[in-house]
Structures are given as structure tokens and as C-alpha cells.
């Protein structure tokens, strides 16, 4: 299996990608941004002194209790950073002999026009938390020779969807996913260009998001690099009882280990660093892998 994308091709099986969750807003529910493109341009770098393999950079928070910001604003957040962005992590120190470096840049927006103006200065990944609706995305991400992250969903995003039910949540993701790669391929992206992420707590009740993650491996056999995006999610919360999301770090961890052995490759985080040294012991202690484990370079 590989993943195609702007400028390189990364071939699987290897140790899992680290995506560093960046939010160039004031709004995220982890309480990590600043509409502060200075800001985030050092905390890019710094991601990849700690481990990433991916920057994952959104303007917008996905929270359903906010109000959507307008595209000029979505796109006056990002342009900065992304003109910055190379130069910035050019002078970072990757944390391992093995990591993704320079890093793949990836774009979290779900809307088209914002997604044609972000990759039309840089972006090797196509973040579309929007669920690939219509084609458009595909189009723009097949243009531009990026990769597309289709998210599993139900309805339009920035709407809450608590009411949503499944009689089998596994099938039915299936379903979408065999229809959406059918609609990013006709649309002119290569299939080798498409990453598959389950969307957990995205029109999902607690039960939805730990049986998905129970039955990843049928979504890994689909043949197409699957992302889990657990990071400090609610879930996490409901199952310890935490409500500061910025203490779920230790559920991240054994999310993310039960991904990686049900056959995530892609993990998008919050804490880099601990999530790097995860998938390093994972390494490890899973012998029969045809890599070798992973050593810090510094």
C-alpha cells in the first residue's frame, strides 16, 4: 500500500505517520490555537523537533456549538502560514531517523473554494472533514496533485448530527466509503491518493465510535491508508469521565495503540511527542513487522 502526494510517495507498511493537530484559531475544544500565523509557524517547527511526520493545519474549528467563520477569513488565517510553512520547518530537527521530513503539509477545510485557494500556494494533503459530498474537492485535490482525506459523516459539517443512528455503523462506513473513493476516482484522483478516516465523534454516539474502533481492521482491508483521529475526542471523556480535554492524553494513547494493531497508519494528535514514543515501543514489541524499530537521531 502507498499514499501518493504532491511531491513524494510514502510506501506501507512503516511505522504509522504522527499528524500534528495545528489550529490557527482561538476556538478549538482542546483549547490549543491562536489566530496567530507568527505563532503557528514556530509551533509547526516545534512539532517536528517532537515528532511529526504530517502538520495537519486548520482555520476553523469543527466545534458544532460555534458559528462558522466566512472563506475570506478561513483563507486570511491560512495564507501566511502556508506561505511561511517550508521555511519554518526547513530549520526543525526530525526526532527520528525514519520520519516524514520535510513534513507533508495537510489542509483541514471542508469548503472548495477555501481548499482551491490553500493548495493553490501549498499543501501535499487535502483534510475534507465535509465528507466529499460532491466531487469538487476531489477535482481541486487531483488538480494540485495532493492527497484527499475523505472523513466519514452525516450531513453538513459545523451542525450537530447527536441524533444520528446505525443498525450496523461498520457496513454503513463501508457503503460510504466504496461510494466516495468511486467519486474522488471519477473525479481524476489517482486511488493511490486517498487516505480513509472513520470520523470518530462525528455523527456518532459513544457506543458508534468504540465499536469502529473495535472493527478498524475491516476499514484498513478497504486497501487505502485509514487516519484515526481520537485525539482527546469525546469519547475518550465519556469512557474516563474526563471533561478537560486536555487531560485525555493517556486515553489518546491506548486508542491509538489499538489502531495501530487493527491497522491505522495514520495517527492525528495533539501531544506529538508522546504519540511518536507509542509507536516507537509499539515498534518493538511487534517483531514480525518488515521494518526495523525506530531510533531517536539526536
Known amino acids: 500500500m502507498i499514499l501518493k502526494t504532491r511531491a513524494r510517495t510514502i510506501q506501507f507498511p512503516r511505522r504509522p505517520l504522527i ?7 482561538d476556538d478549538s475544544f482542546s483549547g490549543d490555537g491562536k489566530v496567530d500565523s507568527r505563532w503557528a509557524l514556530e509551533r509547526a517547527a516545534e ?3 517532537e515528532g511529526a511526520d504530517v502538520i495537519d493545519v ?3 474549528s469543527a466545534r458544532t456549538n460555534r458559528e462558522a467563520i466566512s472563506e475570506s477569513e478561513e483563507v486570511n488565517r491560512l495564507r501566511p502560514f502556508l506561505e511561511g510553512f517550508q521555511e519554518a520547518v526547513s530549520r526543525a530537527t526530525p526526532a527520528t531517523a525514519d520520519q516524514v521530513f520535510p513534513p507533508l503539509l495537510s489542509i483541514n477545510t471542508w469548503r472548495p473554494q477555501v481548499a482551491m485557494g490553500a493548495l493553490s500556494v501549498a499543501g501535499d494533503i487535502l483534510n475534507d472533514m465535509g465528507g466529499l459530498p460532491t466531487p469538487e474537492n476531489a477535482i481541486t485535490a487531483s488538480e494540485h496533485g495532493a492527497a484527499l482525506l475523505i472523513m466519514h459523516t452525516v450531513g453538513a459539517p459545523k451542525v450537530a448530527h447527536t441524533h444520528v443512528g446505525y443498525r450496523d455503523v461498520v457496513a454503513e462506513m463501508q457503503t460510504f466509503f466504496e461510494d466516495r473513493i468511486r467519486i474522488a476516482i471519477d473525479a481524476g484522483l489517482d486511488a493511490n491518493s486517498i487516505i480513509l478516516d472513520p470520523g470518530i465523534d462525528f455523527a456518532k454516539q459513544r457506543n ?3 465499536r469502529v474502533m473495535r472493527e ?3 476499514i484498513a482491508g478497504m486497501r487505502h491508508p485509514v487516519l484515526m483521529p481520537v485525539s482527546r475526542k469525546t469519547v475518550i ?8 480535554a486536555r487531560e485525555r492524553d493517556a486515553g489518546t494513547i491506548a486508542c491509538l495503540v489499538s489502531g495501530a494493531l487493527r491497522g491505522a497508519a495514520i495517527f492525528r494528535v495533539h501531544n506529538v511527542a508522546a504519540a511518536l514514543r507509542a509507536t516507537m515501543t509499539l515498534d518493538c514489541i ?3 513487522l ?3 524499530p525506530t531510533t531517536p537521531s539526536r
Open 58 to 60: 486548520g482555520a476553523e
Open 290 to 292: 518488515n521494518f526495523p
Open 208 to 210: 458508534d465510535n468504540l
Open 47 to 49: 512539532m517536528v523537533g
Open 216 to 218: 478498524l481492521a475491516t
Open 19 to 25: 499528524m500534528g493537530i495545528l489550529n490557527i484559531n
Open 286 to 288: 511487534k517483531a514480525d
Open 237 to 244: 471523556g465519556d469512557v474516563l469521565k474526563i471533561s478537560d
